[in-house]
């Protein structure tokens, strides 16, 4: 059988290969798959605005059977899609394909592919993994409220909490109540202001002050396809916005992404009442798997009942490109793990970086 690969931009994708993509990654084995961040409508708001997002579709005997979405940086050195952003990451493949990563990697005139959320069900990149990380999540296919009565069974104090902080507000403001898909651009641009303050209060790289990253938000904010559509979320009392948040979603998974809350209110949880109401919400909408993405929060921990596996790594080829690629990066990869494994020294490194916030406010 013959097998050819051709390097575009998710652009120039023909309708029908908009729709091969959709039936492949229907064809992936788990819930996760189904993710938005591995949808072709994810690749194409990225190509909007990156101009080095690149898709390699792969053909055997004319018929499109995987398809890689990349970004190609300097000396050859590529990135996952939207890597910085992106939540779940690889390809998309036909289950029994096995095409070989580092010929594909060529063909792409990448030296390097580096990744940090890359999918647990993507075989063809795992080997060359170097981190597991576990992502929350909440398997809501019985529905919410057999979730509600796992939640009360496991931590009622938690969720009893979360109704009378939900009242004391309601006392306080005014009624609340959660718009689940508001399209207001001043709801959106009040969550950003919110999440670009507590980026910088904590000492983080503030990610919308990169322009792309604030029109992609933008963009798919005012998206409608079903596999990929930005959902902005607003817990109101009474007329006042009090938290917000923005994700993607699929037609069966949702991924949390930019949540944040009026930090005048903090006293009353918004951010746990808003989560409470957009589970439900995701659930009568739908959605089977809730996605909290990766990284340790008490908050996650308190929602969950379950985990999904996303893993970082980087798929070098055996050139001077990406032996240079390891000579930048690994001293700081290796660095990041050593804090990682130790409790203490991530604790220190926090409390410096909410420093270095403080003083940036000041």
């Not at 001043?186 to 507590?198: E, I, N």
Request: proline residues 7%; glycine residues 8%; aromatic residues 8%.
């Amino acid at each position: 059988m013959n097998s050819r690969i051709h390097v575009v931009r998710p652009r120039e994708m023909t309708p029908e290969d908009l729709a091969r993509w959709d039936e492949l990654q229907a064809m992936a084995p788990g819930p996760a798959a189904a993710n938005p961040f591995m949808s072709a409508y994810f690749a194409r708001a990225v190509d909007r605005t990156r101009p080095d997002t690149r898709v390699a579709v792969v053909r055997r005997d004319g018929e499109p059977v995987a398809y890689f979405p990349y970004q190609r940086g300097r000396f050859g050195h590529g990135t996952a899609l939207g890597m910085g952003v992106s939540d779940h990451q690889g390809a998309v493949v036909h289950p029994r394909e096995n095409p070989d990563p580092k010929h594909l990697l060529e063909v792409c005139s990448l030296n390097s592919w580096e990744f940090n959320h890359l999918g647990g069900e993507q075989r063809l990149f795992i080997p060359h993994a170097t981190g597991r990380f576990t992502s929350p999540v909440i398997d809501l296919t019985p529905g919410f409220a057999h979730y509600e009565a796992q939640l009360r069974s496991r931590s009622r104090s938690f969720l009893k909490g979360a109704r009378a902080q939900e009242r004391r507000l309601s006392r306080h403001l005014g009624p609340v109540r959660l718009v689940h898909d508001d399209r207001d651009p001043d709801a959106l641009s009040t969550l950003l202001a919110w999440k670009s303050a507590h980026y910088r209060r904590t000492g983080r790289r503030d990610p919308f002050a990169q322009p792309w990253i604030d029109q992609l938000v933008r963009h798919l904010a005012t998206g409608t396809h079903p596999e990929c559509r930005g959902v902005l979320s607003v817990l109101y009392a009474g007329e006042r916005p009090v938290a917000a948040h923005f994700g993607l979603r699929s037609r069966t998974v949702f991924c949390c992404w930019f949540p944040s809350y009026d930090r005048a209110l903090a006293t009353y949880s918004p951010g746990r009442i808003l989560f409470l109401h957009m589970i439900e919400a995701a659930a009568a909408s739908g959605i089977q798997l809730f996605d909290f993405g990766r990284g340790d929060a008490a908050y996650k921990d308190s929602f969950k009942t379950g985990h999904v596996s996303v893993h970082e790594g980087v798929l070098r080829r055996a050139t001077p490109g990406a032996a240079l690629h390891w000579a930048r990066r690994e001293p700081v990869r290796a660095a990041h793990r050593v804090v990682r494994r130790h409790p203490g020294l991530r604790s220190a490194v926090l409390r410096t970086m909410s420093a270095v916030g403080a003083l940036r406010d000041r």
